[in-house]
């Protein structure tokens, strides 16, 4: 029995973990328990030495001092107070009226206003509650389908995910040992294709179910000619400046996304203040919600470190390595495990879950298998999108079920409304792992050169090109006569 322990301790720590979180116990601690207990077995089995859980002071010290990680509050504190701010109502008010006059307008608008607000917050839950207290009831009042208004708000929401500046792709990229803006960069293409599929998909049930996206009313269409661009350009103008602010400065180099994040904190309060929507309550509210994340966030990453260095102690990278490594299909037949075991994940889990406790076991393995390391997080990210999704435990659909009318909406609307999205969701993922050139063309790329084709020419004096000189070797200096030999002299004698 100790000897079946003893050759199994990585897949027992493993399964362990796979118990406690379907018991629903906080992964957090699960994470944390189960590796200091396993810690303390593997000792007494003679499989790491005592001193090796020193280690852990390394690792939750790393954690501490991680500067990449102090954007998510940035980010999240941002989120909030943009989402009272009133750039959300101004963005879907003016596309809705753009767009009102033909069917699947307000779908249209609610998707392009989602990616926009994607592109500055980072925070699904911000851009899922906003558009749902403002568009939402418009929908409704107007005649669209109830699932389907509630399936492209939750949907529209999620994009955030994969839009820079992304929580999800900062936490991926610290994950996978990459920088912010080969995420921010990769990621562009895969947030653009995914947006054009929603609006496919709106376009298509214009034509096959039109009573479903009906346009809205000539008396509906309020505003026109000049009021019309004055309020969209009051929506978009302040919404470009804030990408530029968040995202822009990142992808050139000139600050880090702490820094940007920092910065987008300020330009979302001048905001505030610009639409007279700031007060203490919004602060107090916005650094609570901050401040319940990031204590998330925190005790999920340091439980994870816990975990994470007993189980690599007892040879869980190179089990899961072997495990991997060796499914049928090679290359294409991991994708294909990765992608529908992180679809069962996203369940039960969320993406801070998924991205601590599964990515730093999958990452190996892909970088082993010559997989482009930014190309996976976009992919993976993609794939967690899901996470948001998911009917019944999806967090997208628990922010719209906390701020729809119940006497309305029913909650199997919410969640059948949501699987037409989920599907289109899955559909990016395939789309990506088969043209991965969606993301990796944005990246840089190095040169190749062949050096055996490599010919030094060296100009002449005249300024024609002439082959390099040769040079032959002098032979050595004489000094004279050869220098004396010397033999050994004979040994002492003690007679």
Not at 126 to 133: F, H, N, R, T, Y
Not at 349 to 364: C, G, N, Q, T
Not at 473 to 485: D, I, K, R, Y
Request: hydrophobic share 55%; aromatic share 12%.
């Amino acid at each position: 029995m100790i000897d079946m322990i003893r050759e199994n301790m990585a897949p027992i720590m493993f399964g362990g973990l796979v118990v406690f979180l379907i018991i629903g116990y906080p992964a957090a601690f699960s994470l944390a328990a189960i590796g200091l207990f396993s810690g303390l077995v593997a000792i007494e089995l003679g499989l790491i030495a005592p001193n090796f859980l020193g280690n852990l002071t390394y690792q939750l010290y790393g954690v501490l001092s991680n500067e990449l990680l102090l954007a998510i509050p940035f980010f999240t504190f941002m989120g909030v107070i943009l989402e009272k701010s009133g750039l959300a109502e101004d963005l879907l008010d003016g596309f809705g009226q753009l767009f009102g006059g033909i069917r699947g307008g307000l779908s249209y608008a609610v998707i392009i206003v989602g990616a926009i607000l994607g592109a500055i917050t980072g925070t699904v839950a911000a851009s899922v509650i906003a558009m749902g207290l403002i568009s939402l009831p418009v929908m409704m009042r107007y005649g669209y389908n109830v699932r389907h208004a509630t399936g492209v708000i939750a949907a529209s929401g999620t994009i955030t995910q994969l839009i820079p500046p992304s929580l999800v792709l900062i936490v991926l990229a610290d994950q996978l040992q990459r920088s912010p803006g080969e995420m921010y960069i990769g990621a562009t293409g895969a947030s653009i294709v995914q947006v054009l599929l929603f609006m496919g998909w709106v376009f298509i049930l214009s034509i096959f179910r039109p009573e479903d996206v009906p346009a809205l009313p000539p008396e509906a269409r309020t505003l026109r000619g000049w009021p019309l661009w004055k309020k969209i350009i009051r929506g978009t103008v302040p919404s470009l400046a804030l990408i530029f602010i968040v995202l822009g400065t990142i992808l050139l180099g000139l600050v880090t996304p702490t820094e940007a994040g920092a910065m987008g904190v300020v330009g979302a309060i001048l905001l505030a203040w610009f639409n007279r929507r700031l007060s203490w309550g919004l602060m107090w509210e916005g650094m609570n919600s901050t401040m319940r994340l990031t204590a998330m966030v925190v005790f999920i990453l340091l439980g994870a470190r816990v975990f994470s260095l007993v189980f690599q102690g007892v040879g869980g990278g190179h089990w899961i390595e072997h495990l991997l490594s060796h499914l049928p299909g090679g290359v294409v037949g991991f994708l294909i495990f990765v992608n529908i075991f992180i679809f069962v994940l996203a369940f039960f889990l969320d993406f801070f879950e998924i991205a601590f406790i599964v990515i730093p076991l999958l990452a190996p393995v892909a970088e082993a298998m010559g997989i482009n390391l930014v190309w996976f997080g976009v992919m993976i990210c993609a794939n967690m999108q899901t996470s948001f999704m998911h009917p019944p435990f999806g967090f997208a659909l628990f922010y719209l079920r906390g701020i729809v009318p119940r006497d309305k909406v029913k909650t199997r609307d919410i969640y059948m409304g949501a699987i037409p999205w989920l599907v289109l969701q899955l559909i990016l993922v395939g789309i990506l792992i088969a043209f991965p050139e969606l993301v990796t063309f944005f990246l840089d790329k190095a040169p190749e050169v062949d050096l055996n084709t490599v010919e030094i020419v060296l100009p002449s004096s005249s300024g024609g090109a002439t082959p390099a000189p040769s040079f032959e070797a002098q032979p050595p200096p004489s000094f004279g006569a050869p220098a004396p030999a010397y033999e050994a002299p004979p040994p002492p004698s003690f007679n």
